[in-house]
């Protein structure tokens, strides 16, 4: 029978093997003994049943809590956060939970966060990605399915801004035939093709408001309606969302609903633009021109440097493909780069400093301080926004000298 484990969070974290039935709490008679504020001496049970691990709440002071739900009695699925009085514990069934993710970076301040992808991975939390077009926000959400539980299930992308309305939602939820004209034949949506894997919904912040109400429902409730229905039907998908736009801004000027941001936004990542790493430009290069196979030199390289890349690693990529097609089997020299690079959108961009670490650390900073002020300084759910461990968050606090009590109040 497949073993489970809980994994203690921390400085010493601890994994933890649970038998078929063990209490948790401050009794030296528990099998499983933490301590810590409002912990019970005998807080709650594990016990393994047929369908899987039920825990229950042996009537505790404070409440035991799964995934910040309160609960008298709920089962335990792969990568559950339970909280007893001011304990975390993490549900699993690999001994081993830490995981690397397959994306790294040579900028120290992305690829800490990109690791910290490495778990988030393994549980089926939304996952929403906030950056400028062209960062491989797609790139992420597929390495996210690739090293998840659901690797071996689906991996569907819809790209929410390039279907009217009417498009969108059958694209979604599907639709029956005679639903609406040019409806000839049943036809699934991505919610049904996604069963047991994953669903990107690229550019969220362009559904129409409408339909954002349609898909808050279907992420609240599991379940889904298509078009000319008169029946839902039960889903079973890990949602990942991206957008370019500022989500925030929307929600202030009313066209993104805050309840749907909030049920997306469990664990954000936020990739930088190229020239905020700039580490990765020539891995990223190489990369692309072996794949082509094209050749740069030195020169040429260097002048691509100081482009400010407004299209970020797309731009790269595209530039790349260009020097391929017009330039093929020739080393691409400084004078070729004039032709090659982009510069449409120049006019209204500024050039970034490149390889200008206190710039990241200055935008690190005004994140931290943006999810603080909207988490009313809650240190844990600012953790779980920026997607790092709170000991990383505690240590950044202290580094900026950042005054968690200032949010408070």
């Known amino acids: 029978m497949q073993q489970a484990y809980l994994k203690t969070f921390g400085e010493n974290p601890k994994t933890l093997s649970i038998t078929d039935f063990v209490t948790v709490g401050k009794d030296s008679n528990c099998q499983v003994q933490i301590s810590g504020e409002d912990v019970a001496d005998r807080h709650c049970r594990l016990e393994r049943k047929e369908v899987g691990f039920m825990i229950r709440d042996m009537r505790s002071a404070s409440g035991t809590f799964v995934n910040d739900a309160k609960i008298v009695e709920a089962l335990l699925q792969e990568g559950d ?3 007893i009085g001011d304990q975390e514990l993490l549900f699993t069934l690999e001994k081993e939970v830490t995981s690397t993710f397959p994306l790294e970076s040579r900028n120290e301040v992305w690829n800490e966060e990109l690791q910290t992808l490495g778990n988030v991975s393994k549980t089926d939390f939304p996952v929403l990605i906030l950056g ?6 797609d790139v992420i959400a597929q390495a996210l399915h690739d090293n998840s539980l659901r690797k071996n299930g689906p991996f569907m992308s819809v790209n929410c801004s390039a279907l009217s309305e009417t498009l969108i939602e059958s694209e979604l939820f599907g639709h029956i035939k005679g639903s609406f004209t040019g409806a000839i034949n049943d036809r699934k949506g991505a919610f049904e093709s996604a069963r047991g894997g994953t669903l990107f919904l690229d550019e969220i912040g362009d559904l129409s408001y409408s339909l954002q109400a349609k898909l808050l429902r279907a ?18 998908v890990r949602i990942i969302a991206a ?3 500022n989500l925030s801004d929307k929600i202030r000027e009313g066209a993104f609903r805050s309840d749907l941001y909030f049920r997306l936004n469990v664990v954000t990542v936020s990739p930088p633009a190229l020239t905020l790493r700039m580490e990765d430009f020539d891995h990223l290069l190489y990369a692309f021109a072996k794949k082509m196979k094209v050749r740069f030199s ?19 990529k595209n530039l ?16 070729h780069i004039e032709k090659l690079l982009d510069k449409t959108l120049l006019s209204t961009q500024e050039a970034t400093p490149v390889n200008n670490i206190p710039v990241i650390k200055e935008i690190e900073k005004q994140m931290i301080l943006k999810r603080l002020a909207a988490n009313k300084g809650n240190q844990r759910r600012t953790a779980q926004d920026l997607g790092m461990p709170k000991s990383t968050l505690h240590d950044r606090l202290k580094y900026y000298d950042i005054d968690v009590e200032a949010f408070k109040a």
């Open 81 to 83: 956060i339970i909280r």
């Open 132 to 137: 400028p077009s062209g960062t491989g926000k």
């Open 219 to 236: 992420l609240e409730n599991s379940e889904i309606r298509p078009v000319g229905a008169d029946r839902n039907v039960k889903t079973d």
């Open 243 to 245: 957008t370019h736009q």
């Open 298 to 316: 030195f020169n040429a390289i260097a002048r691509m440097k100081k482009h400010p890349w407004p299209g970020n690693i797309r731009e790269l």
């Open 320 to 335: 790349v493909t260009r020097a391929s097609a017009l330039y093929p089997r020739i080393q691409i020299e400084e004078h």
